[in-house]
């Protein structure tokens, strides 16, 4: 009975370190990503003032909710937190690109740049993330469901 | 259920890195657009009009193709009107392509003249709408434009016309020599006629004459008109003036002379 529950508490430790290991290397990968971006971007950020801002933004939150959504792996709310990501992403677009038209003025010229397609592109790949997260959940009730069943 | 799902969240994500790394790349190639707007030539085409073609030159480094690249210019009045527009439309510029051409613009005199008059004497300023358009990489629309005041020079700027010279000609004639000068502000030359007729104080003509103006852009012009008038007396005269150039037309001018 002492050897299972010593196997268990390893089982658990073993479990969380590899789950911490994941979560870091996912934030890492972010960290990777934002710097390229910031390179790649660095041009348009000329035009667009904040850009760099609204990116490094996103990226907290949405590197916060990853986090936490991991963190919360095996339960039912690792599911919730990934919805609440991909709503927050649709949010965040929708406000940060101004509906998808974005009007910029330097001196006596006007800039607008139309990233409607963009947006919406953006908005179905996150609808069909959050889908995703609802199925994950109901799956995952499923299973506890026929685990007691069983 | 969770190869569904899992297969779901693989395809996410790869177009999510598609949708990234393309729009990354499209905002990244728009710095290797480039665009440049030369001097105009200037003609004299029908109806009055001036047409101003301006060099335009287009090259596109980038990662895409740049389609449907709208290039219009419009001139504005002091009031407001258009007196001249020009549209240049280039369906697409490849990859790796330059594309030199020119970018007309009718400048309509009757339309800039016609309402006001006060252009061809003085020196002002026109408000230029510059507005450019394309599809980045396609199917991104992007759209710049500009308000500016362009100097414009006046083609009769300082337009005098000297006390006439009366010389007696023969038994019934005289001869008028009028002399007269101005100086072209504009980027444009012009030919054109000036006709000048003399009434007496009761409105009857007495003479008249016309001779040949050829004003070069920017440079000051003086002519002198000879006119053989009868020699009846007469104690006050007035003096009609028509300008007529291949695009305005300017008259007629009263003036008066004698007491």
């Given at each position: 009975?002492?050897?299972?529950?010593?196997?268990d508490?390893?089982?658990?430790?073993?479990?969380?370190?590899?789950?911490?290991?994941?979560?870091?290397?996912?934030v890492?990968?972010?960290?990777?990503?934002y710097?390229?971006?910031?390179?790649?971007?660095?041009?348009?950020?000329?035009?667009?003032?904040?850009l760099q801002d609204?990116i490094?933004?996103?990226?907290?939150?949405?590197?916060?909710?990853?986090?936490?959504?991991?963190?919360?792996?095996?339960?039912?709310?690792?599911h919730?937190?990934?919805g609440?990501?991909?709503?927050?992403?649709?949010?965040?677009?929708?406000?940060?690109?101004?509906?998808?038209?974005?009007?910029?003025?330097?001196?006596?010229v006007?800039?607008?740049?139309?990233?409607?397609?963009?947006?919406?592109?953006?908005?179905?790949?996150?609808?069909?993330?959050?889908?995703?997260?609802?199925?994950?959940?109901?799956?995952?009730?499923?299973?506890?469901?026929?685990l007691?069943?069983v | 259920?969770?190869?569904?799902?899992?297969i779901?969240?693989?395809?996410?994500?790869?177009?999510w890195?598609?949708l990234?790394?393309?729009?990354?790349?499209?905002?990244?190639?728009?710095?290797?657009?480039?665009?440049?707007?030369?001097?105009?030539?200037?003609?004299i085409?029908?109806?009055?009009?001036?047409?101003?073609?301006?060099?335009?030159?287009?090259?596109?480094t980038?990662?895409?193709?740049?389609?449907?690249?709208?290039?219009?210019?419009?001139?504005?009045?002091?009031?407001?009107?258009?007196?001249?527009?020009?549209?240049?439309?280039i369906?697409?510029?490849?990859?790796?392509?330059?594309?030199?051409?020119?970018?007309?613009?009718?400048?309509?005199?009757?339309?800039?003249?016609?309402?006001?008059?006060?252009?061809?004497?003085?020196?002002?300023?026109?408000?230029?709408?510059?507005?450019?358009?394309?599809?980045?990489?396609?199917?991104?629309?992007?759209?710049?434009?500009?308000?500016?005041?362009?100097?414009?020079?006046?083609?009769?700027?300082?337009?005098?016309?000297?006390?006439?010279?009366?010389?007696?000609?023969n038994?019934?004639?005289?001869?008028?020599?009028?002399?007269?000068?101005?100086e072209?502000?504009?980027?444009?030359?012009?030919?054109?006629?000036?006709?000048?007729?003399?009434?007496?104080?009761?409105?009857?003509?007495?003479?008249?004459?016309?001779?040949?103006?050829?004003?070069s852009?920017?440079?000051?012009?003086?002519?002198?008109?000879?006119?053989?008038?009868?020699?009846?007396?007469?104690?006050r005269?007035?003096?009609?003036?028509?300008?007529?150039?291949?695009?305005?037309?300017?008259?007629?001018?009263?003036?008066?002379?004698?007491?």
């Amino acid at each position: 009975m002492e050897a299972k529950e010593t196997f268990d508490v390893k089982k658990g430790i073993r479990k969380n370190i590899s789950r911490l290991l994941k979560t870091t290397v996912k934030v890492i990968l972010a960290i990777i990503v934002y710097v390229l971006l910031s390179q790649v971007l660095a041009p348009a950020s000329v035009f667009i003032p904040g850009l760099q801002d609204m990116i490094a933004t996103f990226l907290l939150v949405y590197v916060a909710l990853m986090v936490v959504s991991d963190l919360f792996s095996g339960t039912i709310f690792q599911h919730f937190f990934s919805g609440a990501k991909s709503l927050f992403v649709i949010a965040y677009l929708i406000f940060s690109l101004n509906s998808g038209l974005l009007d910029y003025t330097f001196g006596n010229v006007n800039l607008i740049l139309d990233v409607r397609l963009f947006l919406i592109v953006a908005m179905l790949l996150e609808l069909v993330g959050f889908a995703k997260s609802m199925m994950q959940a109901v799956n995952f009730v499923s299973e506890k469901v026929e685990l007691a069943a069983v | 259920m969770i190869v569904p799902i899992k297969i779901i969240g693989i395809v996410g994500a790869v177009c999510w890195i598609i949708l990234i790394a393309f729009s990354a790349s499209a905002i990244y190639s728009m710095k290797d657009i480039q665009f440049s707007l030369g001097q105009p030539q200037i003609s004299i085409i029908e109806n009055s009009e001036l047409l101003f073609s301006f060099p335009l030159s287009l090259t596109n480094t980038g990662f895409y193709n740049l389609r449907h690249f709208n290039l219009y210019t419009g001139i504005m009045n002091k009031d407001g009107s258009e007196v001249a527009r020009g549209f240049t439309l280039i369906p697409i510029i490849a990859q790796g392509q330059t594309i030199n051409t020119t970018h007309d613009m009718k400048l309509n005199s009757t339309a800039l003249f016609g309402f006001n008059q006060d252009l061809l004497f003085n020196d002002s300023e026109l408000r230029v709408n510059e507005t450019a358009s394309m599809n980045a990489a396609e199917v991104v629309p992007i759209q710049a434009s500009s308000y500016l005041s362009v100097p414009w020079g006046a083609p009769l700027y300082n337009l005098m016309f000297r006390t006439p010279e009366v010389l007696v000609y023969n038994a019934t004639h005289l001869l008028t020599n009028i002399k007269f000068s101005f100086e072209n502000h504009a980027l444009f030359g012009f030919t054109g006629s000036l006709r000048i007729r003399i009434y007496s104080d009761a409105g009857v003509p007495i003479g008249g004459g016309k001779t040949i103006i050829d004003a070069s852009p920017r440079s000051p012009y003086s002519g002198n008109i000879e006119i053989y008038a009868s020699s009846r007396t007469v104690t006050r005269v007035h003096f009609e003036v028509l300008l007529t150039t291949q695009f305005f037309k300017y008259g007629p001018l009263e003036i008066v002379y004698g007491s």
